[in-house]
């Protein structure tokens, strides 16, 4: 049963061990890379700028699963698109002995303008098995921010790869980024959130950029967001319409600023504030009558002011 294993001990002996354990370590090397590499993808580009791109993803799978198909197309205005890219804060991790550091916008107001027309068009174009990839780099181009979004079962994701990460165009790390947005070098080193945190449904890691370091991601109830954002604003209290007054007699003395007893009488703000004024007052007063009480009763009279002496006859 075992005859076909012939290799003697002393054969065995010939073959170096830190041979093989280079063998191994290059095997082990070679897996590793090709679970980092993540599955190859198809990108569609919808706006590509010397220092920015926004495109679409997909896997070249062509049959992709339920997993992957999301409720693409869908339609945005700009005003929708800023207000939630606005609000996206990252809230960075603290140690023991840290002080916490307030959350940081995600994008600034020029990022904001630049990439939402982009987005717009890019979730209107969409299919369901794609998804949408942003990549900006700083003015000073030594540093990326990188991510992606797209709604499922009628929520919005939004995945914060990097977020003003070293580096630069040249570096294997960036392209690889550019690659896939959705690839995080060092990990966003914490985690995504929404200004109004009461839509919010919870910040998970996600590692589908393949490499050891995760992205951040929010889940989002964008359209209870976007229902409460188009909420009428409570207008101020209107004035009364006034009524016209009843004619007056001729014998009639009163001025013609008095009106009648149905009409609502408008006061000015001035005099009623003066009224307020005038109630604090009296209200002083009666307290300062209470305390002299209560130093009386505790054999402390009170000062009485000092009168003057009346004349002898």
Same mark, same amino acid.
Not at 65 to 84: G, N
Not at 208 to 228: I, N, V
């Given at each position: 049963m075992f005859d076909c294993v012939t290799t003697h001990p002393q054969e065995r002996d010939t073959v170096p061990r830190s041979f093989l354990w280079s063998k191994i370590a290059l095997a082990a090397t070679l897996l590793l890379c090709l679970g980092c590499a993540g599955p190859p993808l198809i990108s569609r580009p919808v706006q590509t700028e010397p220092s920015w791109f926004v495109r679409l993803d997909s896997y070249q799978d062509t049959s @992709? !699963?339920? /997993?992957?198909?999301? &409720?693409?197309?869908?339609?945005?205005? #700009?005003?929708?698109? =800023?207000?939630?890219? =606005?609000?996206?804060?990252? *809230?960075?991790?603290?140690?023991?002995? /840290?002080?916490?550091? @307030? @959350? +940081?916008?995600? $994008?600034?107001q020029e990022e904001i303008n630049r990439l939402v027309p982009a987005i717009q068009n890019a979730f209107r174009t969409a299919r369901p098995h794609e998804w949408l990839s942003f990549h900006l780099t700083e003015p000073s181009g030594k540093a990326i921010t990188s991510g992606g979004l797209f709604i499922k079962n009628g929520r919005l994701h939004i995945i %914060?790869?990097?977020?003003?990460? @070293?580096? !630069?165009?040249? &570096?294997?790390?960036?392209? #690889?980024? =550019?690659?896939?947005?959705?690839?995080? #070098? +060092?990990?966003?080193r914490g985690s995504l959130q929404f200004e109004s945190a009461r839509f919010s449904m919870g910040t998970e890691p996600n590692w589908?950029?393949?490499?050891?370091? =995760?992205? !951040? *991601?929010?889940?989002? /109830?964008?359209?209870? $967001? %976007?229902? $409460?954002l188009r909420l009428p604003i409570a207008s101020p209290p209107q004035p009364i319409a006034s009524i016209p007054k009843a004619p007056q007699s001729e014998n009639t003395s009163l001025p013609s600023t008095v009106a009648s007893k149905k009409e609502p009488v408008q006061k000015d703000p001035l005099l009623s504030l003066q009224d307020e004024i005038d109630r604090l007052k009296r209200k002083i007063e009666e307290q300062e009558k209470d305390i002299a009480k209560l130093k009386q009763s505790a054999g402390q009279p009170p000062k009485s002011k000092p009168t003057k002496p009346r004349p002898h006859p």
């Open positions: @992709p !699963s339920s /997993d992957h198909l999301y &409720d693409h197309p869908a339609t945005w205005t #700009m005003e929708e698109l =800023s207000a939630i890219l =606005s609000r996206l804060l990252l *809230e960075e991790q603290k140690g023991i002995l /840290d002080t916490a550091k @307030p @959350p +940081r916008p995600v $994008f600034s %914060l790869a990097n977020h003003q990460e @070293p580096g !630069s165009a040249e &570096d294997p790390d960036v392209k #690889m980024v =550019s690659a896939n947005p959705l690839r995080s #070098m +060092r990990g966003t589908s950029g393949g490499h050891a370091a =995760s992205a !951040s *991601e929010l889940t989002l /109830d964008h359209q209870a $967001f %976007l229902a $409460f």
